[in-house]
């Protein structure tokens, strides 16, 4: 068994691959076409492009720093920084250090001539022209920069490098030098700036200081805050709060276990309890030892007497004790519980009232204490641009190192870099094929949709009962008469013939994906049905995306789901058309609770009644690999029909949504082609475009020549239907 799977797979990929070479063979003038059109546009562009050659100069470049170190023991210049490099490189090609070398190298002049311009262009045309023959990039992530210059004349390419980099050299030298005495000169005016604002808000916080009689001192160094014993208190009391809840706690559940005990077992229990209680356990251990020599009693000691008669008082006075000590523990405890909840309760009245007044004060002091926090920023603000000045004013007379030096001046290349003819022509070919077969495969691969009436008939086994023409809209409004109409007469006609037994009268029509135009089938194909004088239902039991009820004109709300959930009757949701023999019945809104409704009892006892009382019955469904809705109405239903567009989707899809129709055990009729241009297709011209010629000539002789076009009425499908009562409000 494992031999002949192994056998299978390999015969599988053999195939596989004959199907390849199948369609490289098939469109190998495609493929070549291609493959020569890339090699000869790429040859011919190689050998006729002017030869460019090339030069680079190689600098070294650096943040600007001093070569001491700085005012506070290191250097200013930071770390590598990939955005600064990248400034730098616009600047070696920006207008500042460009246009210079476009003066001293007269490239103006030397291309008017070379290129034969009438004039001389302005300098902003001649920057542009040059900075798209310049190359800027950083040598392996180092600080050293490449200026690479293109040029027909190797000399000139050689210049143009080492002029940019002398060039942008210069510009940074000059910048530097007028870059430290502006910033000193800024920075003594933001000082300034600073001590006139601190001035100003000393003064004001002075005076709130002042108004609100805050105990608060601003030492001139420092910014101590006002001293308060706000926190410190409230947390005082929070503990003593919560120390009385926990002898609170404490004491109402040993109250409350006492008072549920008997007075036997609060005798018991009460050494355990309260062990604390001295006088109580004295009293129990007393009881203990008379009850103990009263149950022993000696032989020699009557019940009546006299030693006998004082151990019982004795016990009878011992448990009067006993009881009065406890009701004094149990009347102490409720006392205490009493007094403790007081506590609680005055605590928190404490805790409440202190928090109100600190809220108080808070929001009274509030603006002091912001005005001080903007007097402490603006006082560091100012530390740090004096320290900023005095660093700068030393660095400014300390010696600057290079900050950029040029290692490698631009050399004359002896040949140029493009084109390269060896290397365009080899990458012209590589292209050129890949390109071919790619072509050839994309073409095949748009091939795969359905085409032709025997694709179907190959693909599904199954009979094409009809083709239907493009832009076909409501029968109902454009006739029997219509063109389309002579289309669906003809699929009607299929599908009498098609199904096995005359009783089969509902039908559901599906299709793979979405937009096959199934819903506009349905609705036609009942449109036909009933200009024949048949009595049909169709019923729109798309509950996802219903649409038959918008070519009727009709509302929505009321529909299938009523009725199937039990909210209104049958002739409440059933509408009537303008054909008298076909009844609409729409889909209602689909709710939470209408999910797997078309899988009920009901659904089912609603087509089992339906088929007695109409000829036919036609379901709309969701496309069938949508949503498990469309399988399980086709499983319901005695007869399903596939429709299928024309050049929309893949083969394997229409197939897959046959094997879900046979899936569900049930009976295919056929296929319908839909949405066919019989004008553009000379395949389906023949087959069904006569119709037009045909109708166009009967219109112009005033009727059709069989009277109404109509091919013969079919006897009625089922017997001992209801009859359809016409006059009833559906």
Known sequence: MQAENNSRKSQDAKLHFLDYWRIIRIRKAVILVVFLLVVLTTSLVSVFLTPTYSSTARIAIKKDSSDIAGLLG??????????????????IQSKKVIYPVITELALGEKWKERYRWPTVPPIDQLYSRLRGLIDIKQYQNTSFIEITAYSEDRQEATDIANWIAESYKKVRLESLEGYSGSGIEKLQESLATNEFEIAKKQKDLDKLRKDLEIADILAPEGSPRAQTVGPQKLVKLEMALTDIEIKLALAE??????????REELRRSAVTLIPNNIRLNQLISGHDVVEQNIINNPGNLGKQSERWTRWLDLREYLNNQIDSELDGILAGLESQVRMLRDQRKQMGQKITEFEKEERQNATRNRPYFLAKRDLEQLTQQGMILKNRIYQEEVESQLPMEAIMEIYDHAEASLRPVRPNIALNVALGVIVGLIAGVGLAFFIEYLDTSVKTIDDVEQ?????????IPQNVGSLLEEGPDSPHAEAYRVLRTGILFSRKDEKLNTMTVVSGGAGEGKSTTIFNLATVFAQNEKRILLVDSDLRRPSLHKILGVSNARGLTNYLLGEAELDEVVQTTKLETMDFLPSGKLLSSSMGILNSEKMKSFIKEMKGRYDYVLFDSPPIMGVSDASILTSEVDMALL???????????TIRAKQMVEKVGQNLLGVVLNNINISQDSYYYYYSGYYYDYYAGSEEAGKPEDGNGEPPKEPSAVSGRQPLDLGRKY
């Open 253 to 262: 559940s040993l109250h409350k276990e006492l008072v549920g005990l008997s």
């Open 459 to 467: 693909a599904l086994e199954a009979p094409v009962l009809g083709v």
């Open 643 to 653: 429709v299928v567009q024309y050049r929309k989707y893949p083969q394997a899809m």
């Open 74 to 91: 290191f250097e200013s210049a930071g770390q590598y920084d990939p955005y600064w490099m990248s400034t730098e490189f616009e600047k």
